[in-house]
């Protein structure tokens, strides 16, 4: 079956321009998550969505930054004003949600910001 | 405040079995053991996780000390599509176990 997909995979953009990121989970997973990874970093949490209970957004660095989800479907990331130091590879992950086992996260390709 | 540290990269040769170590002193009792890969330009991929016993899958073996502040990650025989950053993160297992990636390993497998 299908992955989890993200849309664009490239996207440049100017500084002070609003963006927004897309992800598809795959079908079923009830739990999605956004990370943000810098150059040559590790991944920074920044939002978790599980079903329809309020979102987890303590990872979210800024209030430029905002994330929806409309059920267990397509979700998007948001960020107003972008500024350069946002330039990374965005990366959404979904899983399942049961709570005696180990819901493995399955990856997106991420979509690259450049934040000129 | 880095719950694991792992070194910076490793060489192996292909056909060679590589061994990634993980220290996590400060692990707590319910926290697990889960290793990921991120293959250049790729989003993570999960390999393994465990609680305290040795585990082993299609992918990998798994080896964590008896007072679980280290670990080992065994690619029993590794290939050069094996290359990657892999990154072990200690972390509660079920619902909302959001991830906490540190900087990895960048494996290196050589012909």
């Known amino acids: 079956g299908a992955g989890v997909s993200q849309s664009p995979s490239n996207k440049v953009t100017e500084k002070g321009k609003d963006v927004e990121l897309r992800c598809d989970p795959i079908?079923?997973?009830?739990?999605l998550y956004w990370y943000r990874q810098r150059l040559g970093q590790g991944l920074e949490f920044l939002i978790y969505?599980?079903?329809?209970?309020?979102?987890?957004k303590s990872g979210l660095p800024s209030d430029r930054f905002s994330a929806e989800r409309t059920g267990e479907s397509v979700s998007t990331l948001t960020i107003q004003r972008t500024q350069q130091e946002d330039s990374a590879v965005y990366l959404c992950?979904?899983?399942?949600?049961?709570?005696?086992?180990?819901?493995?996260?399955?990856f997106g390709p991420g979509t690259r910001l450049t934040v000129l | 405040d880095a719950k694991t540290t792992q070194p910076p990269s490793m060489d192996c040769a292909e056909g060679r079995a590589a061994n990634l170590p993980c220290n996590h002193s400060t692990i707590s009792g319910n926290e697990y053991v889960y290793w990921y890969r991120q293959i250049h330009s790729q989003g993570p991929q999960y390999i393994i996780h465990?609680?305290?016993n040795n585990e082993t899958n299609e992918m990998a073996s798994l080896i964590i000390t008896e007072d679980r502040k280290s670990s080992t990650l065994i690619l029993p025989h590794a290939t050069l599509r094996d290359t990657a950053v892999y990154y072990c993160?200690?972390?509660?297992?079920?619902?909302?176990?959001?991830?906490?990636f540190g900087g990895g390993t960048r494996l290196m497998v050589k012909p």
């Open positions: 465990g609680l305290k």
């Open positions: 969505f599980q079903g329809n209970s309020a979102p987890d």
């Open positions: 992950a979904s899983s399942l949600l049961w709570t005696n086992s180990y819901n493995e996260q399955f």
């Open positions: 079908s079923g997973h009830t739990a």
């Open positions: 993160i200690v972390g509660l297992r079920g619902a909302g176990n959001m991830l906490t």
